[in-house]
């Protein structure tokens, strides 16, 4: 690695300097995902200020109507307040304020989203204590006797942790917006992995595991998982007879789809498939540039081979996971419009 490049991705490095107390965590080769995060907190009063609270007639105004712009001022000056924060690019702040009337309090939902490479938790929890701030200034008052408390967060998506739920729970309404982490529930998958040596025994069936552990996770019934030598004839064989018998939905095929004379999956695919969908493989390739700068060697591809959508993943495991991670988000709904296109046709003329 170039002494720029270790600049870029690691660090400067002063040999003679006193080591910094403190750090920014470099996000640069983190993928932009969407990120989601909600947080709460309750502001409780007397009985006489929450009625003015409820009915706006305290004498600085409307408390929950500023506490709302109050709350999204907050978290867009998040990084400006919290040293090791991120300048994010928030695409929405919503502040929601309900009304407690058996405690005479008022809890302040704060939801933050972003397309970034960091969570948005900070600004969802800066956002609510803005808002509950505002509220207090608006009725200290009325009622100096106020008590802010049991913030934290609820929930939040997106990057590697995928979906964190607070372990003391959350509301219904909210459980409901979370998206499913059962992407594949009811899907038929076969994973087929092209190795020489993982075939003959002599290399692990890692990338293999790594699929096999996504799909069940993701809630998908496998149908077919079969290790097989880098051939074209095999693995043209392979895929039609799984697509044939098993009829999977999906079918990812991890390894040989880089530029070397034994990594022929992609072109099987180009000659068994009733239709190319090389847009997939573009995606993977544009996202997996976060990871790796020479993601561009990979062939990644898809094609349809009668109904069954198949995949050229890499072989590595860690290049499994990545692109798994791109996809995740809307390949559950991809196949579902794929089922509605009526595929009948299925080519076997590739010898």
Known sequence: MS?????QDMGIEFPTAKKPHFKMINVGRKRPTRRWAVAVGTIKMGADAFHRVK???????????????AGITGAKKTPELIPMCHT??????TIHCVLNDEDNSVSVYCQAVAFAKTGVEMEALAGANNALLTIWDLTK????????GDIKLLVKTGGKSGIWINASGIPDWLHDQLPNPKSLKEKRVGILVMSDRASKGEYKDESGEVLNDIFINAGAEIVSHNVIPDDFNTIAEHINSVCSNQKPDLLIASGGTGPGPRDVTPDVLEQISDRMLNGLGDVLRTESLYFTDTAWLSRMTAGMVGATLVIAFPGSPKAVKECWDILEPFLGDALNKIAKQGFECHRTDYQ
């Open 88 to 93: 994010l690019p928030l695409d929405q702040v």
């Open 55 to 69: 009915n706006g007639t305290l004498p600085k105004g409307d408390a929950l109507g500023l506490a709302e712009a």
């Open 3 to 7: 002494k720029q490049a270790n600049v």
């Open 141 to 148: 008052g009325v009622d100096p006797n106020l008590q802010i």
